[in-house]
T-cell receptor
Framework: NAGVTQTPKFRILKIGQSMTLQCTQD?????MYWYRQDPGMGLKLIYY???????DKGEVPNGYNVSRSTTEDFPLRLELAAPSQTSVYFC????????????FGPGTRLTVL | AQKVTQAQTEISVVEKEDVTLDCVYE???????LFWYKQPPSGELVFLIR??????QNEISGRYSWNFQKSTSSFNFTITASQVVDSAVYFC??????????????FGKGTKLSVKP
C-alpha cells in the first residue's frame, strides 16, 4: 500500500514549457486535491475532484488544468510555465469530505526559470 | 469567509522547554474540523491531529497536547519538553463541513519551530 505517490520529485522548467505532474493513490479514495505551497506560506488549493470524471477549481486555478479519468490518477497540467508557478506541489486524497482527513503525497518541487 | 491565522511566524526554544503554537480560525459553518500537520525539513506533511467542532475536549498524546476553545475560535498546540526532532514547520488547517463544502483544507501560513540543543 503505497498511499499517495507523486512524480517527479523535482523539475526545472523554462518559461513557456509545459509539463504534467503525476499523482496516483491506491486507497480507492474518491476525493483528490492539488495544492501548491509557496515559500513561507501555507498550502493553497488549485483543483479538486470528487470522483472520476468530476473536477472543479479551487482558490488558485489559473495556469493549470486537471483531468480525472480513473479513481487512482489525478494529473495536474501546466501549459505555459511561468516563474510565478515556481512552488512545491502536493497531491492529496481522502475517502470523504471534511472530517475524513487527507493523505498527502511527498510533493513535487518545481522551478520555472 | 473561512480563514486560519497562525500569528507566530517563527519560534526558537532551547531543548526541554515547553512551547505553544497558536491557531485562530474563522468560519461560518457550525460543523467543521480542525487539523494540525507537521512539515519537517524533508518536506513531507505529517498528520498530527483532527478535531471536530463538537468536541472541545483537550487531547494529549505523549508530549503533544491540544487546546480547542470555540469561544475564542482557537486550537492551540503545545509541545512539552521540546526536542531537537520537533524542529519543523507546523500548520493548522480548517475543513468546513457545511452544505456544498468540498472537504479541502484551508491552511494557516505555518509556524517554524526551531529547537536548539
Amino acid at each position: 500500500n503505497a498511499g499517495v505517490t507523486q512524480t517527479p520529485k523535482f523539475r526545472i522548467l523554462k518559461i513557456g514549457q509545459s509539463m504534467t505532474l503525476q499523482c496516483t493513490q491506491d486507497m480507492n479514495h474518491n476525493y483528490m486535491y492539488w495544492y501548491r505551497q509557496d515559500p513561507g506560506m501555507g498550502l493553497k488549493l488549485i483543483y479538486y475532484s470528487v470522483g472520476a470524471g468530476i473536477t472543479d477549481k479551487g482558490e488558485v486555478p489559473n495556469g493549470y488544468n486537471v483531468s480525472r479519468s480513473t479513481t487512482e490518477d489525478f494529473p495536474l497540467r501546466l501549459e505555459l510555465a511561468a516563474p510565478s508557478q515556481t512552488s512545491v506541489y502536493f497531491c492529496a486524497s481522502s475517502s470523504g469530505t471534511s472530517g475524513y482527513g487527507q493523505f498527502f503525497g511527498p510533493g513535487t518541487r518545481l522551478t520555472v526559470l | 469567509a473561512q480563514k486560519v491565522t497562525q500569528a507566530q511566524t517563527e519560534i526558537s526554544v532551547v531543548e526541554k522547554e515547553d512551547v505553544t503554537l497558536d491557531c485562530v480560525y474563522e468560519t461560518r459553518d457550525t460543523t467543521y474540523y480542525l487539523f494540525w500537520y507537521k512539515q519537517p525539513p524533508s518536506g513531507e506533511l505529517v498528520f498530527l491531529i483532527r478535531r471536530n467542532s463538537f468536541d472541545e475536549q483537550n487531547e494529549i498524546s505523549g508530549r503533544y497536547s491540544w487546546n480547542f476553545q470555540k469561544s475564542t475560535s482557537s486550537f492551540n498546540f503545545t509541545i512539552t519538553a521540546s526536542q531537537v526532532v520537533d524542529s519543523a514547520v507546523y500548520f493548522c488547517a480548517l475543513s468546513e463541513a457545511g452544505w456544498g463544502s468540498q472537504g479541502n483544507l484551508i491552511f494557516g501560513k505555518g509556524t517554524k519551530l526551531s529547537v536548539k540543543p
